[in-house]
């Protein structure tokens, strides 16, 4: 025959079960917001590295445009060069010119 502890006793392990339930359904819902948040945080990174390659890719080609701007200085520098000599030759063939008509 069924006692009333053992009656007391299958009721408390029932309320017990319920509310394993209730914490693992609890624990559940935890879980995948931890994973949204987990999932969230992981597409923050993937967008902060891309914004950081293409910041990467601009300070490249802000230097590559440098380097261009010093290269095209070089040849104005040469071309100045040339057109001085250019000069000179022109001035020393008019000295020349004068001598030879004295």
């Keep these: 025959m069924i006692s009333a502890d053992d009656i007391y006793e299958g009721v408390n392990d029932i309320y017990e079960g319920v509310n394993d339930i209730y914490e693992g359904v609890n624990d559940t819902y935890e879980g995948v917001n931890d994973t949204y948040e987990g999932v969230n945080d992981t597409y923050e990174g993937v967008n902060d590295i891309y914004e950081g390659v293409n910041d990467i890719c601009e300070g490249v080609n802000d230097i590559c445009e440098g380097v261009n701007d010093i290269c095209e200085g070089v040849n104005d ?16 063939e008019g000295v020349n010119d004068i001598y030879d008509d004295m």
């Design 77 to 92: 520098t040469y071309e100045g060069v040339n057109d001085i000599y250019e000069g000179v030759n022109d001035i020393c």
